[in-house]
């Protein structure tokens, strides 16, 4: 198996990974991935373990994966299974913790209580499945100190699609979505079950459709994770990283969002006022200062995107526009002098606005937070990221 760099599967130290899978009536599917991390480079081996299944998938994991068999000397497959990979391990008690069955409740009954699905059958358990998934991604992802990786190899093809839909919807770039890859016939229902390779090697038989059977070593399994791409949406929305709503809401909502991004505002100057214009909805600044560093920043953003400008250099860029004194002389300001000689004009001191003077890096930030605070009440869709001149995407009007 290719090595991985850390830098997209390794947490930090501190941080703890916790595996969520989606399951059915194949219980392998979790014990398959949890040994595909483990024999990872760098290995992965999850905190907590967390299934999301129906009444059915319950029944077989009870059965299949955590029952005692006599196949493993009176162990269920998933002690075996710890035991295999944490033996070793300096805090192997505090590892691979598999937490109570998460299943799936579905809408009320006559009674008036939420019963629990055996499947998912209509539009309505559908709907309380997704609701359910995305609860149960949102209460990982929320906590900083968590690092999620979940699995869609299980369960109904629904539940998959729901999983990696609640990942693009609340997830984050350090999480991972993934799929498990096992070789035929390791694949498919043996007997016994094939859960994991063990040593030495268990003996598995295959019976075929058409009255053959096979036998097959546990040996000759080959199991890897296929890491599923997702776009972490919550990234693109500041005031979205704690979504809120359930799962038809919360699409609802982004859909709305993405179709606003679509189309930039357009942005106009109101110099009477000190305010910008956002589709012809004002944005009034403080003062005539920060009205002259807002609109510099963004008549230059083609220089600004082009070159690293911090605010202090910005600062001599908007004293050249005005006509004061600036000074952008050094070997390694050549890109903002580049600018302050674009806009440099030439007026008789007495016009030289007088809020030039004293004038530095930290007015420009001020000028920046003040557009960034109060640009939410007139257009929340455009939001500037703080520290930093680069804008997100606009329309200048005509003549601005």
């Not at 979505?177 to 859960?195: A, C, K, S, Y």
């Not at 390779?197 to 994770?225: C, F, N, T, V, Y």
């Not at 903002?336 to 530095?360: D, S, Y």
Request: a positive charge; charged letters at 25%; aromatic letters at 6%.
């Amino acid at each position: 198996m290719p090595p991985h760099s850390r830098d997209l599967r390794g947490p930090p130290p501190a941080q703890k990974t916790i595996l969520l899978a989606v399951t059915g009536e194949s219980p392998a599917v979790l014990t398959e991935t949890v040994w595909a991390l483990a024999h990872e480079t760098p290995a992965v081996i999850p905190s907590r373990v967390r299934v999301v299944t129906t009444t059915v998938g319950t029944a077989r994991l009870d059965a299949e994966l955590l029952a005692p068999s006599a196949a493993f000397k009176g162990r269920s497959p998933w002690q075996a299974l710890r035991e295999r990979l944490l033996s070793r391990h300096t805090d192997g008690a505090n590892l691979l913790v598999l937490d109570p069955v998460r299943t799936i409740a579905g809408p009320a009954d006559a009674t008036g209580r939420a019963y629990l699905l055996d499947d998912l059958r209509t539009p309505a358990d559908n709907a309380m499945a997704a609701d359910f998934i995305l609860e149960q991604v949102r209460a990982i992802t929320s906590n900083p100190d968590t690092r999620l990786v979940a699995s869609i190899a299980g369960g109904r093809k629904t539940m998959g699609a729901l999983l990696y839909a609640a990942l693009t919807l609340v997830g984050r770039e350090t999480d991972r979505l993934t799929h498990v890859l096992v070789n035929p016939p390791f694949d498919q229902r043996l007997e016994p079950p094939f859960f994991f390779p063990l040593q030495p090697p268990r003996r598995h038989l295959l019976a075929s459709r058409d009255g053959s059977k096979s036998i097959h070593l546990s040996s000759r399994a080959r199991i890897e994770l296929a890491d599923v791409p997702f776009v972490p949406l919550r990234n693109a929305f500041e005031d979205l990283h704690a979504p809120i709503g359930g799962f038809a809401g919360l699409v609802a909502r982004y859909s709305r969002e993405l179709r606003d991004l679509a189309e930039p505002p357009e942005i106009g100057f109101d110099e009477a006022t000190h305010s910008v214009l956002f589709d012809g909805r004002a944005v009034a600044l403080e003062n005539p200062a920060q009205f002259a560093i807002i609109r510099l920043v963004f008549r230059l953003q083609d220089g600004l995107r082009a070159n690293t400008i911090d605010f202090e250099a910005f600062a001599q860029i908007v004293l050249a526009a005005h006509g004061a004194d600036f000074d952008l002389e050094e070997l390694d300001r050549k890109p903002a002098a580049a600018l302050a000689e674009r806009v440099r004009i030439t007026v008789p001191p007495h016009h030289v606005p007088p809020w030039t003077k004293g004038f530095e890096g930290h007015t420009v930030s001020r000028a920046l937070s003040i557009l960034r605070t109060r640009v939410q009440a007139v257009c929340p869709r455009w939001r500037p990221k703080p520290r930093t001149l680069l804008l997100p995407p606009f329309r200048l009007a005509g003549g601005d």
